[in-house]
């Protein structure tokens, strides 16, 4: 439902609709507000266990130290932390407060893209519900990829909707037309360089010109983002000496195992059952969990729901064709994003993380879908049901987000405990991580499974990280070690479960070493061990008995 179609009955979405409308400026304000109090109350000061954003800072710090270009992930953002390193030093919480920065900026600009384009009972109800959503507040206090790119990703729609409705389909070398296609298109470019989804994009600009038949539009957006990205490769090879086909985060998602190359690389059968298994994971199951509706607790998941979803999406994009471009727009775009997403990604992921920056259009879009076809069909019961079933979905969100908030963790970790608010398990392997900092000699390397955490923690220490078995020979890894100069190996209990603990453990490092074990059984050396239930242990490397049982 748009500005210019409210109903004539005076119904609950009428009137919900006027009031907002003449309160707009004061809802919003009050809603930011609300979204600020909330990142904070929910910030977190530690680095998550989920180990990518320790990389993006690891990263950064190789950048910084050592001019290493990022290449596996999206280079834009750890060179973007290299600048506040390089101001600030080695400050979490400094680097924590950029997302900070991003989320709210993203919030403002997201808000001003949609005002009088959209109903403000959906803009609202979006709003509304990322202010009071830990899923979503989450990532305002880590050092994810997310913020940034959502942020640029807000910018894109708000500079492309001002525009959006431009009749003149002849191209024009007018000022504002370069401006607006050279912003629009770098944009593009900067997504894209932050996240490797965001080369959807431009793809769904050029898709949504040839929608309007803006033939011009479309081939200077794809000129553009040629020469951009061209430009950049260019600069980065002559620059850093790092090739066009550096990065290895394209052949993993081909692979169908991402740790396990051997296995070969998907079929095309096998990307449409990743499309399948993906889009139950990720609509019946987080996505349900972000508005309220499901619980944590509860991994099932329900083709049923994803059905409906996708139902309602094919509906509001036949009801939005030609009557708002806004959704028109926004519905190309999460087509091509979640698309690519679900098509792309093997289902061991199973990260919500990966379509965080999409919910904020999923929810506008699927509210805009319901009240449109309620309103063109004169459906009581949509138009007076369906806003209680938003506020529903908003008090049972923030009923779930509230009981996360843990002030005494977070006073715990601001008074100096760098460990309070880690399970059992994440206590015992940082503190090791710690011990190698202040025991071990500067050249002395311990490989581990989660390197990059373990040298935060390790106050810059380097480890190295092992995150599958590159051979199934004791000599193959013997040699594997020595090559790299490992003198130790941490043996941790990372739970698999990181909410629970089942007995189940991350063992890639335990079946490392019992290869070796079974045929060199005294060439590790117990050295330290921390925690009692769920123990990290340090193990010095013998080489001098490995030599002696070879020479045996």
């Not at 101001?87 to 989320?103: D, E, P, Q, Y």
């Not at 941490?490 to 070493?513: D, H, V, W």
Request: proline letters at 4%; charged letters at 20%; a positive charge.
């Amino acid at each position: 439902m748009t500005k210019k179609n409210q109903p004539e009955t005076k119904d609950t979405v009428s009137n919900a609709e006027a009031w907002l409308k003449s309160n707009a400026n004061i809802v919003f304000y009050f809603l930011l507000g609300v979204y600020t109090l909330f990142s904070f109350l929910y910030f977190n000061v530690k680095p998550s266990i989920a180990g990518d954003d320790s990389s993006y800072i690891i990263s950064a710090i190789n950048f910084l130290d050592s001019g290493r270009f990022p290449t596996y992930q999206g280079p834009l953002y750890p060179i973007l932390l290299s600048l506040i390193i390089s101001i600030t030093g080695m400050n979490i919480v400094a680097l924590k407060l950029t997302s900070t920065l991003f989320m709210i900026a993203f919030v403002i600009i997201f808000y001003r893209s949609f005002k009088d384009r959209i109903s403000y009972i959906s803009l609202f109800y979006t709003i509304a519900l990322l202010s009071i959503s830990n899923y979503f507040l989450f990532f305002s206090s880590q050092t994810f990829t997310e913020a940034l790119f959502i942020m640029l990703q807000a910018s894109l729609f708000l500079i492309l909707f001002k525009n959006i409705n431009d009749k003149d389909k002849k191209w024009k070398p007018a000022k504002r037309e370069i401006i607006y296609l050279v912003s629009t298109t770098f944009l593009c470019t900067l997504m894209f360089l932050t996240r490797t989804i965001g080369f959807g994009a431009p793809l769904a600009l050029v898709i949504f010109y040839l929608f309007q038949k803006n033939y011009q539009r479309a081939t200077y957006t794809t000129v553009l983002f040629a020469i951009f990205l061209s430009l950049f490769f260019v600069v980065r090879t002559n620059i850093w000496d790092a090739p066009v086909k550096s990065g290895k985060q394209t052949s993993q998602l081909l692979n169908k195992d991402p740790y396990d190359a051997s296995k070969g690389q998907e079929s095309a059968v096998g990307f449409l059952v990743r499309f399948k298994d993906n889009s139950n994971q990720y609509l019946s199951k987080h996505f349900m969990r972000f508005i309220g509706v499901r619980s944590i607790k509860k991994n099932t998941q329900k083709p049923t729901i994803t059905l409906i979803l996708y139902a309602l999406f094919i509906l509001g994009f036949i009801i939005h064709y030609r009557k708002n471009n806004f959704l028109l727009f926004t519905g190309i775009y999460l087509a091509i994003m979640l698309g690519i997403t679900f098509f792309s990604l093997q289902k061991l992921w199973d990260q919500y993380r990966l379509i965080i920056p999409f919910i904020p259009l999923i929810l506008i879009f699927l509210s805009e879908s319901v009240l449109a076809y309620g309103e063109k069909h004169k459906l009581k019961y949509v138009t007076k049901v369906f806003p209680l079933i938003l506020l529903l979905s908003l008090a049972l969100a923030a009923g779930k987000g509230i009981k996360t908030i843990d002030l005494t963790t977070l006073s715990k970790n601001i008074r100096g405990d760098k460990l309070a608010g880690y399970t059992p398990d994440w206590i015992s392997y940082l503190t090791m991580a710690e011990y190698c900092h202040k025991n071990l000699k500067e050249d002395e390397l311990v490989a581990c499974r989660k390197p990059n955490m373990a040298r935060i923690y390790g106050k810059g220490k380097k480890f190295h990280g092992i995150y599958r078995i590159p051979a199934n020979e004791p000599d193959a890894l013997i040699a594997y070690l020595k090559e790299r100069e490992v003198s130790h190996i941490m043996l941790a209990s990372l739970r698999k479960n990181p909410y629970a603990y089942t007995g189940q453990t991350i063992n890639t490092i335990q079946r490392f070493m019992s290869v070796i074990v079974k045929k060199y059984p005294k060439s590790f050396k117990l050295v330290k061990k921390f925690g009692e239930h769920e123990p990290t242990y340090l193990f010095k490397i013998d080489y001098n008995v490995l030599t002696q049982e070879n020479e045996k």
